[in-house]
């Protein structure tokens, strides 16, 4: 079976978005790149923060609708978020997997979810 364990994001503000998801989320920084794209990661899937102001290739405007976060805690990730987005403030959601829905700098929708997106759904618990 594939495993998703990389995800790219494009934008034009990399530094401020690389920060959010650093101190948000605990990735950890693995390197920057000449043109000012930053890779992350959490020990298994790789986040690169693409610089939309000098990309490789252009940017195509459908595609990625949102992506999640498993976490520990949903009170402690909130937390985080309103220290560093405070407008990207996660929405409570009736969801199969998450229980709550933020958003990035760049107003990508990132979905938090204690239970994660196995087997077991919250509507199981």
Request: proline share 6%.
């Amino acid at each position: 079976m594939a495993k998703l364990r990389h995800l790219a994001l494009l934008t034009r503000q990399p530094d401020k978005m690389a920060d959010y998801y650093k101190k948000v989320f605990d990735m950890k920084e693995l390197y920057r790149t000449k043109n000012g794209s930053v890779h992350l990661s959490d020990g298994e899937v790789n986040l690169a923060i693409l610089n939309a102001n000098d990309p490789k290739e252009p940017g195509h405007p459908d595609g990625l609708y949102h992506f999640g976060f498993h976490i520990d805690d949903a009170n402690e990730t909130t937390k985080r978020i309103m220290e560093v987005y405070p407008e990207g403030a996660p929405k409570e959601r009736i969801a199969t997997y998450a229980e709550g829905r933020a958003s990035d700098p760049d107003g990508n929708l990132i979905d938090i979810s204690t239970t994660g997106w196995g087997p077991v759904r919250r509507n199981d618990l």
